[in-house]
Each structure stands twice: as structure tokens, then as C-alpha cells.
């Protein structure tokens, strides 16, 4: 290791290690320091109920990922990543049997939502969806980490997405395409009312139809693993089992970046108070299953889909987001996002059976147990769903903060992905990965374009590191 590094980057989640990546691939030296035994933050794979079933502890499906362009920049595939997509990305069942899909074609989406609002659907989304590289580029660099390639493209969206849902879904008559949407936004676990939550769904479905919602061959683990092989090819250090209190724990550097909460990047850099107003969110329940078997989908569509999501209806979606997220409780009946890996995967469990994974939503914090609360939905919308069940996982907020340090109180989304902090994380500035240090620097979920596992939040932090490196004597 060098006398003085150029960079070191703390947290070798998908962000952290995009963030090495993007500034070793620039020649800079870096070295990166995980507290985990392995890489991966919230991409990892464990086998957490028995043996050969592999499971994703955090994420699993991947439709921000595989439209990322940090990862589309990147040689990923050398590295082992390779996406396999289900026969259909996404399926909404509902409780008559019938379900409301996204799929890869445009046409076959809007069918599902029925006559009225097949035209509507297509006329909202084909003229996006037509400049979709450029547009997903512009909106996830936001705030302007460079000039916008499609400026008026970036404004269309903007116009259609800053709104709240609740207005997008005016132009619509169906509850079909009202409930698929709400479901959207509820992956960001966000009020169906709140600033840019049209924005949040017509993201996911525009990846949808763009590369679809795929999973890595052999779990999440394989991006995480696959951008650590990258970077070493690169010249850059990773050191795991390497926990981080205070500065000078670290070698010297010319740039220190954390893909760590705010919270934890004050502590760590004696910025007292200085996050204090950052909000965190809702917390999830999350159940992991090994199964005898395929989930028995009342609804053909939910059998092939990669992701289930699950709620009678908006209103029913809505009241879960409420409870979660304002009210302080768990909801009677949880809002719950699924994913069945091995639809896509078979590799991921042995010959026949499955892996399975879904959560519910819960106050930040929240002690308690919803095992019942999710297999009673489960229930409804695949009778017989607990005969399949072989073993079971259970991880509520405490588990999950303790699996990931960046889960303040179980919010996987490392703060509240509501109001302004959707937009503006984690202070309003127009420099959120600067902090009141010159040369420390914030990459995690806390900072735009925000949670999931797409990397774009380090790719955006490492151009503010090269350009301080760049001009720093």
C-alpha cells in the first residue's frame, strides 16, 4: 500500500464499490475497508434456512441494476454477473385470480389493465421509453453531476413525475392499473401522496419494459463480487473484517469516501450534529422460505413473474404505507413486495424446490412479529402457500440493522425516501456527497439518486472525489 492513498472508500456495499471502481478505473489509488467478513452491503447471498437453498438476505430483483449505467459501463460480465430474466417481470395478482402485469412489451402491460386504459398507458410511457438510455442517465445524475444529454426529454419526465401518484393515476379509470402503480411507489416505501412518487413508478415500469427486473445468476452476491474481481484487476485494495470508529483508523488518504449512513459518518468523522435533521423511514419484516415447491399462485401470471407484488387494492396499499410510515404500527394487512428467484434461476435451490422472499412494512424500530400477518396474505392470493413451506427465515428491524449497519432502525432505503429527502438527501444542497470536511465524501443511499442497488450514488460521489483530487495540488 502506498505512503499516501489517493482514496479510501469505507463500506464495500454496491455504491462503496462502485465508487472504488470508478476511481481506481481513473488511476487513482485506492483501498477499500469493510466491517463485514465479505463484500456486498445490501447484494449479498446466504444460504439462511438450509443447505442449498441460497437466499438474498437484502435485495434480490434488479430492475434499477441491470439499467444502471454505472454497471452498464462497467465489464461486469467478465467478472461472472450475468442477468436472467423471467417469462415476466412483475406480476399484481388480485383476489378473483385475475393479476395485472409488467412486462417486457409495452402492449402486452397495458392489455392487463383492461380497454380503457390500454391507449392511456402506452401514450404515457412509449414516447419515455423511447429515449430511455438517455433519460435514465440524466435522471438518476441528478443533481447535475453533468449537463443533461436530453434536457427537454429529462423536463417531459419531470413534469409528469414530480406530482404525487395519486395525480398521475387521474388519467386512468381501471383500479387494476391504479393498484399495480401504488405497489410501484411502495417500493420505496413511500406515502402514495408525496412529492415525485409519480417519478418512482414510472421508473420501475419503464425498466421494466426497457431490460426487464432480472435476478444475477446465483444470487445478489455475484454484483457485489463481481465489482470487488473488477476492482483488484484495477489495482484497488479491499480489506473485510476491518471495522471503522473514528478517522484515524483509516491509512492517510487524499479522499475519504463513506458509503455508510449519515449517522454513522458523523460519529465516524466528528461532524456532530451536522445530519441531525435527516430523517429515517419505515422499517420492512422480511421472511426468507425454502420450499417443497412453486408458490401456488391462484393468478397463471404470478407463476412466472420474478416479482409478486401483493394488495388487494390501492386502498388497501395505501392504509399499509400509512400504518408503516405515520401512524407508528404494523398493518392488519401488510402491503408486501415478493420475489421467487428460482422462476429464473433454478441453480438457487435443489432439483424441485424454491427459494422465496417477501416483506411487509413496519414503523422504524418495530419489535414485534408478522410471520402471520404475511403468510395470512400469502393465503389469499396462493391457497396451500404454508403446506410448501420446508423452513423459514425471519429478519425485523433489528435484524436487518444488524445485518447492515446502514439500516438505521431497519429502513433499507438508509433514510426516509419521502418529501424533499426523496430529492434532496441528505441536506438541501446542490453537493450532497460534500460534507464539512474538504476531503470526505459521502457515496451511500443517503445521497441521490437514492436507495437501491444500482450503484449510481458512488458513481455520482467518485466524479465529486476526482474533481477535488484533480485539483488539489
Same mark, same amino acid.
Given at each position: 500500500?502506498?505512503?499516501?492513498? %489517493? ?10 464499490? +462502485? ?16 466491517? *463485514?467478513? &465479505? ?16 437466499? @438474498? ?59 380503457? %386504459? ?19 442517465? %440524466? ?6 453531476? #453533468? ?30 392499473? *391504479? &393498484? ?10 413511500a406515502p402514495l401522496d408525496g412529492l415525485a412518487t409519480s417519478a418512482i413508478g414510472l421508473v420501475f415500469a419503464l425498466s421494466a419494459h426497457a431490460r426487464g427486473w432480472p435476478v444475477p445468476r446465483g444470487g445478489s452476491q455475484a454484483i457485489s463480487d463481481a465489482l470487488a474481481a473488477y476492482l483488484a484487476d484495477l489495482g484497488g485494495a479491499v480489506h473485510t473484517d476491518y471495522e471503522v470508529k473514528r478517522l484515524d483508523d483509516l491509512p492517510p488518504a487524499r479522499a475519504y ?5 449519515? =449517522?454513522?459518518?458523523?460519529? !465516524? ?7 441531525a435533521s435527516y430523517r429515517y423511514g419505515p422499517s420492512v419484516f422480511k421472511i426468507d422460505y425454502a420450499l417443497d415447491g412453486p408458490v401456488p399462485w391462484t393468478a397463471p401470471e404470478a407463476r412466472t413473474a420474478g416479482t409478486v407484488q401483493i394488495g388487494a387494492d390501492q386502498k388497501e396499499i395505501g392504509t399499509a404505507l400509512r400504518a408503516a410510515s405515520r401512524e407508528g404500527r404494523a398493518p392488519d394487512r401488510p402491503f408486501m413486495i415478493t420475489v421467487q428467484p428460482s ?5 438457487? #435451490?435443489?432439483?424441485? *424446490? ?32 404454508? @403446506?410448501?413451506?420446508?423452513?423459514? =427465515? ?7 440493522? #444488524? ?8 429502513? !433499507? ?25 474538504? #476531503? ?6 443517503? +445521497? ?26
Amino acid at each position: 500500500m502506498p505512503s499516501m492513498l %489517493d482514496a479510501v472508500v469505507v463500506g464495500a456495499g454496491p455504491n462503496g464499490l +462502485t465508487a472504488a471502481v470508478e476511481l481506481a478505473r481513473r488511476g487513482f489509488s485506492v483501498a477499500l475497508f469493510e466491517a *463485514k467478513p &465479505t463484500v456486498g452491503g445490501g447484494a449479498r447471498t446466504e444460504e439462511l434456512t438450509l443447505p442449498g437453498f441460497r437466499h @438474498d438476505p437484502c435485495s434480490a430483483a434488479h430492475p434499477l441494476g441491470v439499467n444502471s449505467p454505472a454497471f452498464r459501463g462497467m465489464p461486469l460480465d467478465r467478472y461472472g454477473l450475468e442477468w436472467l430474466h423471467a417469462p415476466l417481470p412483475m406480476a399484481h395478482p388480485f383476489p378473483d385470480g385475475s393479476a395485472a402485469v409488467l412486462s417486457r412489451s409495452v402492449a402486452e402491460t397495458a392489455a392487463s389493465f383492461g380497454p380503457r %386504459d390500454a391507449g392511456p398507458y402506452r401514450r404515457l410511457v412509449e414516447p419515455l421509453l423511447a429515449r430511455w438510455d438517455t433519460l435514465v442517465r %440524466d435522471f438518476m445524475s441528478l443533481p447535475l453531476t #453533468a449537463l443533461p444529454r436530453d434536457p427537454v426529454t429529462l423536463a417531459r419526465f419531470g413534469l409528469v413525475g414530480l406530482p404525487p401518484s395519486s395525480w398521475l393515476m387521474r388519467r386512468f379509470q381501471d383500479d387494476r392499473i *391504479k &393498484t399495480l402503480f401504488a405497489g410501484l411507489v411502495a417500493h420505496v416505501m413511500a406515502p402514495l401522496d408525496g412529492l415525485a412518487t409519480s417519478a418512482i413508478g414510472l421508473v420501475f415500469a419503464l425498466s421494466a419494459h426497457a431490460r426487464g427486473w432480472p435476478v444475477p445468476r446465483g444470487g445478489s452476491q455475484a454484483i457485489s463480487d463481481a465489482l470487488a474481481a473488477y476492482l483488484a484487476d484495477l489495482g484497488g485494495a479491499v480489506h473485510t473484517d476491518y471495522e471503522v470508529k473514528r478517522l484515524d483508523d483509516l491509512p492517510p488518504a487524499r479522499a475519504y469516501v463513506f458509503d455508510t449512513s449519515p =449517522a454513522a459518518l458523523a460519529r !465516524i468523522a466528528g461532524f456532530g450534529d451536522y445530519y441531525a435533521s435527516y430523517r429515517y423511514g419505515p422499517s420492512v419484516f422480511k421472511i426468507d422460505y425454502a420450499l417443497d415447491g412453486p408458490v401456488p399462485w391462484t393468478a397463471p401470471e404470478a407463476r412466472t413473474a420474478g416479482t409478486v407484488q401483493i394488495g388487494a387494492d390501492q386502498k388497501e396499499i395505501g392504509t399499509a404505507l400509512r400504518a408503516a410510515s405515520r401512524e407508528g404500527r404494523a398493518p392488519d394487512r401488510p402491503f408486501m413486495i415478493t420475489v421467487q428467484p428460482s422462476v429464473a434461476d433454478p441453480t438457487r #435451490a435443489p432439483d424441485g *424446490k424454491h427459494v422465496f422472499w417477501t416483506y411487509g412494512h413496519v414503523p422504524n424500530g418495530w419489535s414485534g412479529d408478522l410471520t402471520d400477518a404475511i403468510e395470512r396474505q400469502l393465503e389469499r392470493f396462493a391457497p396451500g402457500f404454508r @403446506d410448501r413451506v420446508l423452513a423459514r =427465515a425471519t429478519a425485523g428491524p433489528a435484524e436487518m440493522a #444488524a445485518r447492515n449497519a446502514n439500516y438505521v432502525g431497519g429502513d !433499507i432505503a438508509c433514510g426516509a425516501a419521502s418529501g424533499l429527502q426523496l430529492l434532496l438527501r441528505p441536506k438541501l444542497s446542490l453537493f450532497p456527497y460534500h460534507t464539512p470536511h474538504p #476531503a470526505v465524501f459521502l457515496c451511500s443511499s443517503a +445521497t441521490p439518486p437514492g436507495p437501491g442497488v444500482h450503484g449510481m450514488s458512488g458513481h455520482n460521489a467518485a466524479k465529486a472525489v476526482w474533481r477535488r483530487l484533480r485539483q488539489a495540488p
